[in-house]
């Protein structure tokens, strides 16, 4: 009895043992590739429970998900051959595990070796054709679009597709850097002295114009106040002439009231006049012989 139940304790386990050897699962963030006899036989697997034959039968699993490489500090030659420090990443992921495999036996490090060598030739290529100033000041977008398209163009080959590359730092090496800066500080200062100068010209022509303005607005008024003043004078020497032509005597007698208000009565005046002459004629009618005596 006891050897019995031992042997069906045996029978279980090797059953249990080759349906643990017969059946395989595939996760949603897995590829998988069935090998027979040294050779793929499927590799299209979707996310569940799958079956094999033991011992003939094995099965490869490669991730699914995004992954990612960096590279720090890759020297690059511009197309005047000035040196380029370039930092970046690359984003990928297996889409074709059966060529993944046959490429790089489906080690990732192999992968990576791979891919940065197309990625470096696509930097390469995209930073040979521009001189350092364009480099430097160029779209970054501009030169990662380059690079990805170079890059999806050769991954398939490997069986995996490049999602995106990106560049971290673009610098330059330090005996080149300073130059670089000197001459963009050297073409810094010519644009400011350019445009002081245009500023300095501008302010002349604006001070002439204000100038000739000023000139020509003191002219026209100067001109406005003569005409307005020949004008009043006019008006003036018209409305004497019509009082003297109305009463000769009146207006004597307020021309000569006027003269003695203007001449006479200050502290300081001081007249030599003989005293019959003319200008006291009012006066002398106006108090007699005591007027002349004074």
């Known amino acids: 009895m006891g050897s019995r139940f031992n042997g069906v304790l045996i029978f279980i386990a090797l059953t249990a043992l080759l349906v643990g050897m017969s059946v395989f699962t595939v996760d949603e963030r897995e590829h998988a590739v069935k090998f027979q006899l040294g050779e793929i036989v499927r590799s299209d697997y979707m996310p569940g429970l799958h079956f094999k034959w033991p011992f003939l039968q094995r099965v490869y699993k490669f991730p699914n998900t995004i992954l990612n490489f960096e590279d720090s500090e890759e020297r690059f030659l511009t197309g005047e051959q000035k040196n ?30 791979r891919l940065a060598a197309v990625v470096r ?34 991954s398939p080959e490997f069986g995996i597709e490049v999602v ?12 080149v850097s300073e130059s670089v800066y000197e001459r963009m500080r050297a073409e810094r200062r010519l644009d400011a002295e350019t445009i002081r100068a245009e500023g300095n010209r501008e302010a002349v022509q604006i001070r002439a114009t204000a100038e000739r303005e000023q000139t020509v607005i003191l002219s026209n008024a100067r001109r406005d106040a003569e005409t307005i003043r020949g004008e009043g004078d006019a008006m003036a020497s018209q409305i004497y002439a019509t009082a003297y032509s109305e009463d000769r005597d009146f207006y004597s007698f307020y021309r000569t009231m006027q003269a003695y208000r203007q001449s006479i009565g200050g502290s300081q005046d001081v007249l030599v006049l003989q005293p019959d002459s003319e200008f006291f004629r009012y006066l002398q009618n106006q108090f007699g012989t005591e007027a002349t005596g004074n």
């Open 164 to 175: 995106d590359v990106r560049l971290k730092r673009i610098d330059l090496e330090n005996e």
């Open 121 to 154: 030739e696509g930097i390469k290529a995209a930073v040979s054709r521009r001189d350092l100033q364009e480099v430097v000041a160029a779209d970054r977008s501009e030169l990662m679009n380059e690079m990805l398209v170079e890059l999806r163009s050769k």
């Open 84 to 113: 380029l420090l370039v930092d970046y990443f690359v984003t990928w992921r297996v889409v074709d595990p059966e060529q993944y495999y046959v490429s790089v036996q489906g080690d990732e490090q192999a992968a990576v070796l």
